[in-house]
């Protein structure tokens, strides 16, 4: 199966082709207060030099579902990402069943102590989230406990998307501990915040195409 891999906190048109030249299959667009944080005129400004068929992912924080489902029409963005205490049922409800169906909802956990917990009470919305995507916190940089958060979800069949940390040189062990749906990536594809580095980017997606022969 082959790997969504995202890249998050596009913030300029080169860096956004770069990662598509590397050979992302989405972008991250933030629209929370972030270094990496874009206007919905300089993420239109983005998008309309991009292909088509390019992820584009929305990333909002306790941001209303008014102003989420603006910004997702507006941009004519492919997904959002609720990183935050939004609630996806709401979100799902105000789509339309059309817009719904072409929409990927990305519901974030952060992995702390009660993260099971929370994921559980969460998962009663499932029919309205496509992914979950386990983080260790907002920009923070760091990669959590894979192995035991492994053993933690037992044998939950969820779409998974692993994020926090990752870079060209450790996704590949990620990989195999979790051979999740999908990755995501921030600081480790960098060269400083906010500005993506294409000889990362290009060393991330090989680790991930490689992890996925073993």
Not at 124 to 142: C, E, F, I, Q
Not at 164 to 173: F, K, Q, R, S
Request: with cysteine.
């Amino acid at each position: 199966m082959k790997t969504w891999i995202k890249f998050c906190g596009t913030t300029s048109l080169e860096d956004a082709l770069a990662a598509i030249d590397a050979g992302a299959d989405a972008l991250g667009f933030i629209f929370a207060p972030s270094k990496r944080r874009v206007t919905m005129e300089q993420a239109r400004e983005i998008m309309r030099g991009i292909p088509e068929r390019v992820d584009r992912i929305g990333v909002f924080l306790d941001e209303s579902p008014e102003q989420i489902q603006r910004n997702l029409a507006e941009l004519d963005l492919t997904g959002g990402q609720l990183h935050g205490n939004e609630s996806a049922g709401d979100l799902s409800s105000r789509l339309g069943e059309e817009r719904r169906k072409n929409l990927r909802i990305i519901k974030t956990i952060l992995v702390k102590d009660d993260f099971v917990a929370e994921l559980k009470s969460l998962e009663a919305a499932k029919d309205t989230v496509d992914a979950w995507l386990l983080d260790s916190g907002a920009g923070s940089g760091r990669a959590f406990d894979w192995h035991t958060v492994r053993t933690q979800l037992g044998d939950r069949k969820a779409r998974f998307i692993i994020a926090g940390g990752l870079h060209p040189e450790n996704v590949g062990e990620a990989m195999k501990v979790f051979t999740p749906w999908g990755v995501d990536a921030v600081s480790g594809v960098e060269r400083e915040p906010g500005r993506k580095d294409p000889e990362k980017m290009r060393a991330f997606v090989a680790a991930v195409r490689k992890a996925e022969q073993l």
